[in-house]
């Protein structure tokens, strides 16, 4: 199972070159590779390299609320919750 998450996160990397990205798809462009980004993020999560997904997810350039779920969950499973900004959680 961890082979398929490996190949699967390096398939959602590969997908993030601007060569895939087609001029009529170029305004949607940031939103498909910031999907891409969580997808390989995610898949890196499963195979517990919490570094690595932290390091895909840092490279969306927008702030989507799924986004920043999965900054959150990178930041669980590192046991980092203080270095999240306050403007993100509000954690009590």
């Not at 961890?2 to 462009?29: C, I, K």
């Not at 499963?46 to 702030?63: G, L, Q």
């Not at 799924?66 to 930041?75: I, K, P, R």
Request: with cysteine; proline share 2%; hydrophobic share 40%.
């Amino acid at each position: 199972m961890g082979r398929q998450y490996s190949e699967a996160s390096e398939w959602y990397l590969a997908a993030t070159h601007p060569l895939f990205f087609s001029d009529a798809v170029q305004s949607s462009s940031p939103d498909q590779a910031a999907k891409c980004y969580r997808k390989a993020a995610l898949c890196y999560l499963e195979r517990k390299e919490f570094a690595s997904a932290t390091n895909v997810i840092r490279k969306c350039t927008t702030n989507e609320a799924a986004n920043v779920y999965v900054q959150f969950l990178c930041a669980l499973q590192q046991g980092k919750l203080h270095t999240l900004t306050s403007n993100h959680f509000f954690l009590f």
